[in-house]
């Protein structure tokens, strides 16, 4: 069975910090997205990775396929920032996805 | 920008109705997913869509659920029997195939709030 497992849970910053939520995830999964899902609900894809590095404005994201671990990076934090972020993982050609529990970043003032 | 739209954005209904929830995915898109959110759990796969058959579904999505593109526009999730603990936030999402869009970015809609009371 396919597994991803997210760290902090939650996480309180103060504005301007750079932060970094992390998972990690089973044999089996080939590539992972990282989603943002906004206080009212909605879900925006942020990124979708099977090697290396992404970056998109103050995101980046990483992978690491040896360790079977990914990090999700924002600099310069913002309030705005305030969302929770999922790692899922994709496993075959099918798209089967498996989804992390989600990390809550709230950024304060 | 091309979005996912899904309707209806919230539906009550009672224990033991059928429920049909609508999804129109980005027109290009052939991969489409639907998902659940139990109010204060994880997002959870339901099944993933491709060349008009289910390509993955998981424990969750038992006989009481189906899905369908029945005009090629529209994405269905059927539930026939709802129970109590069907009750959650249903989404659909899209993507296009790797080898014509490598961003490998997924749509999502906005979301039907499903109440069984």
């Known amino acids: 069975k396919n597994e991803v497992e997210q760290s902090p849970q939650n996480l309180t910053a103060q504005e301007g910090e750079f932060i970094t939520i992390n998972c990690s995830y089973s044999v089996g999964i080939s590539a992972l997205h990282w989603l943002q899902q906004h206080p009212g609900g909605g879900i925006v894809s942020l990124f979708m990775l099977s090697s290396g590095k992404k970056k998109h404005g103050r995101l980046i994201a990483t992978i690491n396929i040896q360790e079977k671990h990914s990090s999700l990076h924002i600099t310069a934090s913002h309030p705005r920032d305030s969302a929770v972020y999922i790692c899922v993982g994709l496993s075959g050609s099918a798209r089967q996805l498996t989804f992390g529990s989600g990390t809550q970043l709230t950024v304060l003032p | 920008e091309p979005e996912v739209t899904q309707t209806p954005s919230h539906q009550v209904t009672q224990m033991g109705q059928e429920v049909i929830l609508r999804c129109v995915p980005i027109s290009n898109h052939l991969y489409f997913y639907w998902y659940r959110q139990i109010l204060g759990q994880k997002v959870e796969f339901l099944v993933s869509f491709y060349n008009n058959e289910i390509s993955e579904k998981s424990e969750i999505f038992d006989d009481q659920f189906s899905v369908e593109r029945p005009d090629g526009s529209n994405f269905t999730l059927k539930i026939r029997s709802t129970k109590l603990e069907d009750s959650a936030m249903y989404f659909c999402?899209?993507?296009?195939?790797?080898?014509?869009?490598?961003?490998?970015?997924?749509?999502f809609g906005e979301g039907s709030r499903l109440t069984v009371l």
């Open positions: 999402a899209s993507d296009a195939p790797w080898e014509l869009e490598n961003t490998g970015e997924l749509f």
